[in-house]
T-cell receptor
Framework: AQSVTQLGSHVSVSEGALVLLRCNYSSSVPPYLFWYVQYPNQGLQLLLKYTTGATLVKGINGFEAEFKKSETSFHLTKPSAHMSDAAEYFCAVSETGANSKLTFGKGITLSVRP | NAGVTQTPKFRVLKTGQSMTLLCAQDMNHEYMYWYRQDPGMGLRLIHYSVGEGTTAKGEVPDGYNVSRLKKQNFLLGLESAAPSQTSVYFC???????????FGSGTRLTVV
């Protein structure tokens, strides 16, 4: 069965600092991988996704993530944090093929200090 | 384009009451899903549907029932609400199973 691990529940960075949110997954078949962002009292917005091809994927708002099969990881990064990046971030995985469903990690809350 | 519309947006129920959450999509998607979001738990799949007239259990189905009588609608029912069902409920639809999800804006349900 597929699963996602997001270590820690809260990350705090200074404005302008590097953002690194970690995600590790487990999947028995080649996965699709996603990062979603949720701003307070809002729904989920897709940041970026990996399906096939290039392992470094770029998303909205300057975020990017790299799929590393050998490490079963899909960490999210942004070179310079902005105050508006404060939100909750979810990593998710789905397996290619029939009966595929999206499975989410527990989420990480990102705080950005002035 | 409306996308995925959830009604109601907020609801307060008393323990033992019943209610139905409606999810409607206008994208002609085959696949629809109900998730619940709880603090520190992420989103967990309650039930899903792979087409009109079909439903299947997800990770946390107990206490919920669903129906997909029309392709565009996916209903989530609580027959006898319990405080443990206090949560934010999200509906989603997709054109490919497990990929390309569009989420609704959520329903915040409180059971007292």
């Amino acid at each position: 069965a597929q699963s996602v691990t997001q270590l820690g529940s809260h990350v705090s960075v200074s404005e302008g600092a590097l953002v690194l949110l970690r995600c590790n997954y487990s999947s028995s078949v080649p996965p699709y991988l996603f990062w979603y962002v949720q701003y307070p009292n809002q729904g989920l917005q897709l940041l970026l996704k990996y399906t096939t091809g290039a392992t470094l994927v770029k998303g909205i708002n300057g975020f990017e993530a790299e799929f590393k099969k050998s490490e079963t990881s899909f960490h999210l990064t942004k070179p310079s944090a902005h105050m508006s990046d404060a939100a909750e971030y979810f990593c998710a995985v789905s397996e290619t093929g029939a009966n595929s469903k999206l499975t989410f990690g527990k989420g990480i809350t990102l705080s950005v200090r002035p | 384009n409306a996308g995925v519309t959830q009604t109601p947006k907020f609801r307060v129920l008393k323990t033992g009451q019943s209610m139905t959450l409606l999810c409607a999509q206008d994208m002609n998607h085959e696949y629809m899903y109900w998730y619940r979001q709880d603090p520190g738990m992420g989103l967990r799949l309650i039930h899903y549907s792979v087409g009109e007239g079909t439903t299947a259990k997800g990770e946390v189905p107990d206490g919920y029932n669903v129906s997909r009588l029309k392709k565009q609608n996916f209903l989530l029912g609580l027959e006898s609400a319990a405080p443990s069902q206090t949560s934010v409920y999200f509906c989603a639809s997709s054109y490919v199973q497990g990929y390309g999800y569009t989420f609704g804006s959520g329903t915040r349900l409180t059971v007292v």
